[in-house]
């Protein structure tokens, strides 16, 4: 299945019947007055919170959605019949912009939660309505009136209480197959992960939280490189970062510097983001069996990082420490709800945080799509300009402008 995290869709709501102009007509009743019934209401175009899926593929092969026309009133003072109301099934998570002004139309963040996004329009009203002393055959109805007609950008953001970060081969996958039942693939190269995946974490009984991991992060992507940062807009929503660091690389890289490169393409990403209270996790200390050594480097790591947080050190491998990490986590995130629930002050500050951050992290991926765009253009012109066939050309077979050269099945919309 794609995973598609964005996608433009047009709707229009059905507009309202006409309301009709007609007199009764009845043997033996020579003047009928007015009996026109109004028109009905057109159909409402509503989203709704589905937990059945977790994409929005359909959007991207079914751009416009037309909710049907209210029906004219009938004779008989009788009104038309109301249009059915249409719903679109989207995942948890869904954010609903008007794509013209920028502006949030709505969240949908629980199961079977509903947002109007297009109100039908109200019928006309028939002559009847118009029948005075003065006038006792009115000749008059009105016509129904419009739809809503918009275009709007769906946005997926997958919900999750905590988020992992950290370069390819940190071991994020392996670590979210420890705790959940989460089955991401784990392997030994870089960008295993291409999609985010989510994970519900048990701690014991109806204790649990959802962890979701990202692909990796590498030197620059906020430039572009990698895959990008455009998964970072999937943690956005979490309470808790989990900084997962490989104490000792195979490729021998520093991490420290490692870790350094994480910190940055965050603050680069989202200040807002990077101010998300961060887990140090040490991960891999199967590879250092050492216990002095162990010390000394885990030691060495926090100090250079200035590293005033959480750490944990952990073998996601053999699973040593990670309990810790889980019944941690947990503990946190039941404070910090429970102190949402009881301090207002609190609670309000959370949201006007969450608050800046969604816009911030928006902005920041609206950026990035942008120099990806711009960067595939060029490429493209350079290589027209060398009069090379594109689809001979590495990285650049692909024709949509939308898709990325990686191959991943994350697609912006356009
Ligand atoms: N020795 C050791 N190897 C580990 C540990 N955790 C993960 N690995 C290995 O490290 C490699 C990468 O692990 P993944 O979990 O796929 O890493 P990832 O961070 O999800 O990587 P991407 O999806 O590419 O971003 C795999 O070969 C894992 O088996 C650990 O604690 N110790
Ligand atoms: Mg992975």
Not at 28 to 40: I, N
Not at 238 to 245: F, G, K, M, P, S
Not at 293 to 321: K, P, Y
Request: hydrophobic share 35%; net charge negative.
């Amino acid at each position: 299945m794609r995973f598609i995290d964005e996608a433009i869709v047009t709707v229009k709501a059905g507009d309202g019947g006409n309301g009709i102009v007609s007199f009764r007509r009845e043997k033996y009743v020579p003047r009928g007055g007015p009996d026109g019934g109004d028109g009905a209401k057109g159909g409402d175009v509503i989203v709704v919170a589905d937990d059945n899926t977790n994409t929005l593929v359909d959007y991207r092969y079914t751009r416009r959605y037309d909710a049907g026309r209210g029906e004219n009133g009938h004779s008989r003072n009788c009104s038309g019949k109301n249009a059915d109301n249409i719903y679109l099934r989207v995942p948890i998570g869904t954010t609903i912009i008007d794509n013209e002004t920028g502006e949030v139309i709505g969240d949908l963040t629980e199961i079977g939660q509903e947002l109007l996004i297009a109100k039908g329009g109200d019928g006309g009203l028939g002559n009847t309505h118009f029948k005075s002393s003065t006038n006792q055959a009115p000749r008059k109805a009105t016509s129904g009136f419009e739809g809503d007609l918009k275009q709007l950008k769906f946005e997926l953001k997958v919900v999750a209480d905590v988020g992992l970060i950290g370069l390819p081969n940190a071991g994020k996958s392996t670590f979210i197959r420890q705790v959940s039942s989460a089955k991401p693939k784990v392997a030994d190269y870089p960008f295993t992960t291409l999609v985010p995946n989510l994970g519900v974490v048990d701690v014991g009984l109806h204790r649990s939280f959802v962890m979701a991991d990202i692909p990796g992060l590498i030197a620059g992507a906020s430039e572009g490189a990698g895959l990008g940062i455009r998964f970072l807009k999937h943690v956005a929503r979490t309470r808790r970062l989990l900084h997962i660091v490989d104490i000792k690389p195979i490729d021998g890289s520093d991490p420290v510097d490692n870790a350094k490169v994480i910190l940055n393409e965050l603050l680069t990403f989202s200040p807002e983001l990077a101010n998300l209270p961060q887990i140090l996790i040490l991960n891999k200390i199967d590879q250092v069996p050492d216990a002095d050594e162990l010390e000394t480097l885990c030691q060495h790591i926090v100090s250079e990082l200035a590293w005033d947080g959480v750490v944990f050190r952990t073998s996601t491998l053999t699973g040593e420490g990670v309990d810790e990490v889980k019944y941690h986590l947990m503990n946190d995130i039941e404070l910090e709800q429970e102190r949402e629930a009881e301090d207002p002050e609190f609670a309000k500050a959370q949201k006007a945080r969450f608050e800046r951050l969604e816009a911030q992290v928006r902005t920041s991926t609206e950026e990035q799509k942008e120099a990806y765009k711009e960067a595939r253009r060029e490429q493209r012109a350079a290589a027209l300009l060398l009069g090379i066939d594109e689809d001979d050309t590495d990285g650049l077979s692909d024709n949509n402008e939308d898709d990325n050269d990686d191959g991943v099945e994350v697609i912006y919309a356009p």
